[in-house]
C-alpha cells in the first residue's frame, strides 16, 4: 500500500541559515526523540497500519523543515535517529532513506499552507477510521471525551485516492480549513498540533472518543448528543488545559518507554 519516493539529497540550495539552530541542536535532538516516543506508543496502541502512516513536526526554529517518519519502517522500529529532517522540494536535508511518497505529499503541502500546524500526525486508526466510513458526521459528541473536539473538527469528503502530487497534498490542507481534526473520507484521519504533545493528546483521545461512540452505536439504541451550548463550554473548558495536559500526557510516555523501551532515544 505504501509507495516508496526518490531519495533526493541537498544541493546549494538547502542550507542552514547562521541565525537558526544546527539540526544537531539540542532542541532539534528533543523534537526527534519526542516524535519518537510517541511512534512507539503509537504502535503500542495499535494507532498505526504496517508502514503507511505517519507523524511529522516542523524542525524548531524553522519553516521549510520538517521531520517525518522514513519509508519501509514500522513505528515500532523508529529511533530519534532514524528520522529524516526533508524539505518542502523532496530533498532529504538530513537522515537516510526517504520519506513514504504520500507522507511528502500530504506533510510537506499541509506544513507549507498552515504554518500552524507545527505537528501533523496522521493514521488509519480503526476505530476513528471506521467512524470515517460511515454516513453522516463522524463524532456525534455524545461522550465527554468527544467534546475535547467539539467546534475543531472538519471532513474531507473527496476522497480521490493516493497523494501522489502536489495537488492532492493541496487539496487535503485546503479541506482543513479552521479545524484541528480532519476526518478524511474513505480514508483516515489527521490531527494537527500546536506542538508534538498536543498532536499526541488529540490522537489517542480522539482514538478513544471514536471507540466509545462505535460501543454505544453497537447497542443498537440511541446515541444522544450532549446540548450544543454545554459542548461548546466543555470544549473550551478542555482547550484551555490542552497544552500543559498534552506536555504531561507525553511526559508520561517518555517515562514509561525509558523504563520498558528505551532504544527510542536513540
Known amino acids: 500500500m505504501a509507495h516508496s519516493m526518490p531519495t533526493q539529497k541537498p544541493d546549494a ?21 519526542d516524535l519518537a516516543a510517541c511512534f512507539r506508543m503509537a504502535a503500542r496502541l495499535g494507532l498505526e497500519e504496517g508502514i503507511c ?17 522514513p519509508y519501509g519502517k514500522a513505528f515500532a522500529e523508529i529511533t530519534a535517529s532514524s528520522l529524516l529532517i526533508c524539505d518542502f522540494h523532496g530533498r532529504v536535508v538530513s537522515g537516510d532513506g526517504s520519506p513514504e511518497a504520500t507522507a511528502f505529499y500530504i506533510h510537506a503541502r499541509v506544513h507549507d499552507r498552515l504554518p500552524r500546524a507545527r505537528a501533523v500526525f496522521h493514521t488509519h486508526m480503526p476505530y476513528a477510521t471506521a467512524l470515517s466510513m460511515t454516513e453522516g458526521e463522524p463524532l456525534l459528541f455524545a461522550g465527554q471525551t468527544a467534546l475535547k ?13 493516493l497523494a501522489l502530487d502536489n495537488a492532492e497534498g493541496d487539496r487535503i490542507a ?9 476526518f478524511m473520507k474513505h480514508h ?14 488529540d ?13 454505544a452505536l453497537s447497542t443498537g439504541r440511541k446515541v444522544t ?7 461548546a463550554a466543555v470544549a473550551r473548558q478542555m482547550r484551555d488545559g490542552d497544552a500543559e495536559s498534552g506536555r504531561l500526557h507525553l511526559e508520561s510516555i ?8 528505551p532504544s527510542y532515544r536513540s
Open 13 to 33: 540550495t538547502v542550507e542552514v541559515i547562521s541565525n537558526r539552530p544546527p539540526l544537531d541542536a539540542p532542541e532539534v535532538m528533543k523534537a526527534r526523540m
Open 53 to 69: 502512516n505517519h507523524f511529522s513536526v516542523l524542525v524548531p526554529g524553522y519553516d521549510d523543515l520538517f521531520i517525518v517518519n
Open 149 to 161: 473536539f467539539y467546534g475543531r473538527t472538519a471532513v474531507d469528503s473527496n476522497y480521490s485516492g
Open 174 to 182: 485546503s479541506s482543513i480549513g479552521d479545524a484541528d481534526v480532519l
Open 188 to 201: 483516515g484521519v489527521m490531527v494537527l498540533g500546536r506542538s508534538i504533545a498536543e498532536a499526541w493528546d
Open 203 to 215: 490522537i489517542y483521545y480522539l482514538e478513544r472518543a471514536c471507540q466509545v461512540q462505535t460501543l
Open 225 to 231: 448528543p450532549v446540548a450544543t451550548s454545554i459542548a
Open 254 to 261: 517518555k517515562r514509561r518507554l525509558d523504563i520498558e523501551e
